[in-house]
């Protein structure tokens, strides 16, 4: 095969990004004498330094996903909506940010993704995993447990990597009777062993190779800890079952998915956070809320000082500084006035040009990701829905009201008393529930339900139709360039 020269010089420039990831926060193993150059083969020949390279591809994941994905599913599908200008010749003047704009409007460009950075960024990830995995059967001074939980955390963050992909740049699973419309592609060898030129798998096959990765992870966990800092902030077996419970409500797999929802709900030592605590949880600086299953920490220096949180999306310090993205008035209006999550956002009066002049209109910050949050990946309210959910599928109406009220009980709400239209409470208490956690889009794909967005929508289309081929993104046209085996999303 013949590689043009645009194809070798994004090859190259791959490669390097490849490897300046996996050796990324990996001083200690570079730091050699003048003239001497650190290899794959020798960071990862001993327990210490794929332990390094393991934690280097968390601190990738945390980073990847505090990206433009964070806001993508929440905007997308409505809960979000921008605050106006802070300062210049455009204050008071709502736009939306330039890094979003395309993705707002249902205008993506394949030669110019928004979220180009994420796509190629998941695949620099699965690529870190994929050496740790290869290089952690041969390592000569691990004990078998060492290695067991070293493979079950990478396997974890392969899979969760392919997840994300999948629900970003395939359509649901349900799209087609038998899953057979285009996956991604899974990438389960480096590029240490040559090129390659793979092509996307269908999406039955996509969530086959996550299910299988994710239950030999499941398989291989110990109670072994490997790295730093607090447990929540890397993949365990709890944590692990609770995203296979996400991947099986994904694919429709209610027998499955209660059954690990369950076991979380029942087994993980986790407990709702109470009604009394449920404000001032969201509220605590630095620190998760107490249901959390996983959070990916914010990262810091040896001083301390926070490299970047979600703050810097949904923050509010002042009337003179503040984020970009608020709660859409749509979000606002779903809350009863006793809801506690309704009480989950900070309001704040600030400066909106309308009709050529300036006037203070409220906006509604979330109080979930202010003060140095990490991004929470999983928790223990998604369980309960995901079992709701699957009781759904399983025809049990009474346990998916049953679940329902016990978060609806937590937040002071309305109990349901009949199992009248479960599919439509069911969706828009996950909208409630979880809003700003990067999961409302991706359920209304699941649920085939039109996009529709408030008054408050600036896009050039506020509304899109189930089934539409913009429910995804492009693939990256610099990807297929390179890649003639890899097939482009339909209307891009």
């Known amino acids: ?41 020798e960071l990862l020949d001993s327990t210490d330094g794929v332990i390094t390279a393991l934690n280097g591809a968390y601190h990738d994941l945390e980073a990847n996903v505090r990206s433009s994905y964070t806001i993508y599913a929440d905007m997308q599908a409505g809960n979000i909506t921008f605050t106006p200008t802070e300062t210049g010749s455009n204050t008071g003047q709502i736009t939306v940010p330039a890094n979003l704009e ?24 699965i690529n870190q995993a994929n050496l740790i995995l290869e290089y952690i059967e041969t390592l000569p001074d691990s004990s078998d447990a060492v290695k067991n939980q070293i493979k079950a955390e990478a396997l974890t963050i392969r899979a969760y990597a392919h997840f994300l992909l999948s629900q970003v740049y395939a359509q649901n699973y349900g799209f087609t009777t038998d899953a057979s419309h285009l996956g991604i592609v899974y990438n389960k060898t480096t590029l240490t062993n040559g090129i390659t030129y793979p092509s996307r798998a269908t999406l039955a096959e996509t969530y086959t190779l996550i299910i299988d990765d994710l239950t030999a992870a499941i398989n291989n966990y110990s109670d072994i800890l490997l790295l730093d800092g607090p447990t929540y902030s890397y993949f365990n077996k709890t944590s692990t079952q609770a995203l296979l419970a996400r991947v099986y409500i994904s694919k429709y797999d209610w027998q499955n998915a209660y059954n690990l929802a369950n076991e979380v709900i029942l087994n993980s030592g986790t407990i709702l956070t109470p009604t009394e605590d449920y404000i001032t949880e969201w509220e605590k600086p630095d620190l998760p809320i107490s249901e959390v299953l996983l959070e990916f920490s914010i990262p810091r220096d040896s001083g301390g000082t926070v490299g970047g949180s979600l703050s810097s999306s949904y923050g509010f310090t002042s009337t003179a500084d503040y984020a970009d993205y608020v709660a859409s008035e749509d979000l606002l209006n779903l809350f009863e006035p006793n809801d506690l999550r309704g009480q989950l956002f900070l309001e704040a009066n600030l400066p909106t040009l309308i009709d050529g002049e300036l006037e203070d209109r409220p906006y509604y910050f979330t109080k979930k990701f202010q003060d140095n949050p990490g991004f929470i990946a999983i928790r223990l309210s998604e369980m309960y829905l995901i079992r709701a959910e699957a009781s759904l599928g399983l025809e049990n109406l009474e346990a998916c009201k049953d679940d329902i009220n016990i978060l609806r009980n937590r937040a002071n709400a309305t109990l349901l008393t009949e199992t009248t239209d479960l599919e439509g409470i069911l969706l828009q208490e996950r909208r409630k529930e ?28 506020c509304n899109l139709n189930y089934p539409s081929g913009k429910y995804i993104l492009p693939i990256p046209n610099s990807n297929i360039e390179l890649n003639s085996n890899l097939q482009q999303n339909d209307t891009y």
């Open 434 to 461: 979880m809003c700003f956690e990067t999961q409302y889009l991706f359920d209304l794909a699941r649920f085939q339900q039109n996009i529709t967005r408030g008054e408050d929508c600036v896009s050039r289309t």
């Open 1 to 41: 095969m013949i590689i043009q020269k645009k194809q070798l010089k994004q090859l190259s420039k791959y490669f390097l990004a490849v490897l300046i990831a996996t050796f990324y926060n990996c001083s200690g193993f570079l730091e050699q004498e003048p003239g001497s150059q650190t290899s794959i083969t």
């Open 102 to 125: 395309n993705v707002y409007n249902f205008e993506d460009l394949a030669d110019e993704s928004n979220l180009e950075g994420f796509y190629d960024d998941s695949y620099d990830i």
